[in-house]
C-alpha cells in the first residue's frame, strides 16, 4: 500500500503563488507516474498535471500550462506543484495521486490518492 499526504494549501490573492507538496511512504517502490488533480465544489474531479519516474515527462492541463510546474524528487519521495499567477478559477482542493504505470491523465487510472489540500484564491 502507498499513502499520500499533500501540504501547502492555502489562501492567497490572485496573481500570487502557493507550492504543494506530497510526500509518498510505504511501498514507494511500487509508484511510477505522480499527478496533481483538482476538484472545485459541484464539479467533478480534473486533471492538473502529471509527471513520470524519471521525471523526463510531465504533461499539464490547458488551463495551468505556463502558470504550474510539476517536479519530484524520487530520494525524497516526493512530488511537487508549483504555481503562479494564481486565478480565482484555480480555488479547489488539490489531491496528489500515484499509480504504478505510465503516465496517465484520468482519475480512474490512479491507484492511490492523497486527502487533498484545500487552494483559496481571492479576486
Known amino acids: 500500500q502507498v499513502q499520500l499526504v499533500e501540504s501547502g494549501g492555502g489562501l492567497v490573492q490572485a496573481g500570487g503563488s502557493l507550492r504543494l507538496s506530497c510526500a509518498a511512504s510505504?511501498?514507494?517502490?511500487?509508484?511510477?507516474?505522480m499527478g496533481w488533480f483538482r476538484q472545485a465544489p459541484g464539479k467533478e474531479r480534473e486533471f492538473v498535471s502529471a509527471?513520470?519516474?524519471?521525471?523526463?515527462?510531465?504533461y499539464y492541463a490547458d488551463s495551468v500550462k505556463g502558470r504550474f510546474t510539476i517536479s519530484r524528487d524520487n530520494a525524497k519521495n516526493t512530488v511537487n506543484l508549483q504555481m503562479i499567477s494564481l486565478k480565482p478559477e484555480d480555488t479547489a482542493v488539490y489531491y496528489c495521486?500515484?499509480?504504478?504505470?505510465?503516465?496517465?491523465?484520468?482519475?480512474?487510472?490512479?491507484?492511490?490518492w492523497g486527502q487533498g489540500t484545500q487552494v483559496t484564491v481571492s479576486s
Open positions: 495521486a500515484a499509480r504504478n504505470s505510465i503516465l496517465a491523465i484520468t482519475t480512474t487510472r490512479y491507484d492511490w
Open positions: 510505504g511501498r514507494t517502490f511500487s509508484i511510477y507516474a
Open positions: 509527471i513520470n519516474w524519471s521525471g523526463e515527462r510531465t
